[in-house]
């Protein structure tokens, strides 16, 4: 067993809340800085930006993970993680079919921003990414685990897109296996106020939502997995395992 210290959900320049800074190139560099070795890239409704991070993280020695933060047709934020680059982008493909066909605004949201393995913009995203999909949470969990990942609902502690605010409660129904926390020391809150995550055993994360470099975790969240015989492959597969409950 090896202990890995992860950032499961950062937002790239593709995201329109998400500085221009935050290029793939960028992040990579930052989570290194930082000590991290395992970093998921999970903009706003969309996986454009991960096939630059796959080729910028393999530089740096980090482990990336292809990922989303999708925003359901309930309005609750959902991390979506793949356990490789393919499926990502199959789901890629399926959300943006479920996208409502209203265009940003740059000036009013922010840019869009696609960019490949040198950092460089070669493309920009039309549709407002930030909009819930025509996509239940039901749909949007069978969807992922269809593609042999996990989908967990974000954030779980904060008012804004978090499932407990949206529902007003942690729902029985996806059988989700983790669930997100902004802040570690609202753990025990949670687990006592919502005893379905203690009686299921759910696993908890804990992730920056980062928008901007200063915003990535600086200490990680500390995930022990058996990464034997090594590989960046091996080591996605038994992360996704481990939040699948396995």
Not at 106 to 113: D, Y
Not at 185 to 214: F, M, N
């Amino acid at each position: 067993m090896s202990r890995y210290l992860c950032d499961l959900h950062i937002h790239s320049c593709l995201s329109p809340c998400g500085d221009d800074d935050m290029t793939p190139g960028n992040i990579a560099g930052m989570a290194v800085l930082n000590g991290l070795q395992i970093v998921a890239l999970t903009d706003h409704n969309s996986s454009k930006n991960c096939p630059a991070f796959f080729k910028i993280a393999k530089g740096y020695g980090l482990i990336p993970v292809a990922g989303m933060e999708l925003t359901t047709a309930e309005d609750v934020h959902a991390v979506c993680l793949f356990r490789d680059l393919e499926s990502a982008m199959d789901f890629d493909s399926f959300v943006e079919s479920r996208r409502f066909p209203i265009k940003n605004k740059p000036e009013i949201f922010g840019k869009q921003l696609i960019t490949d393995e040198n950092d460089e913009i070669c493309g920009e995203e039309e549709i407002l990414l930030i909009n819930a999909v025509n996509i239940s949470l039901d749909e949007a969990h069978r969807e992922v685990i269809k593609r042999d990942g996990v989908c967990f609902p974000a954030h779980i502690d904060r008012s804004a897109n978090g499932i407990i605010s949206m529902l007003g409660d942690f729902p029985p129904e996806p059988r989700f296996t983790a669930y997100e926390l902004n802040d570690i020391a609202s753990l025990e809150e949670c687990r006592s106020k919502y005893p379905i995550i203690v009686e299921r055993g759910l696993v908890h994360v804990q992730s920056s939502d980062a928008h901007y470099l200063t915003d990535i975790s600086e200490q990680g969240f500390a995930i022990e997995l058996d990464d034997e015989p090594y590989s960046s492959a091996n080591v996605r597969n038994r992360l996704i395992d481990f939040l699948l409950g396995f």
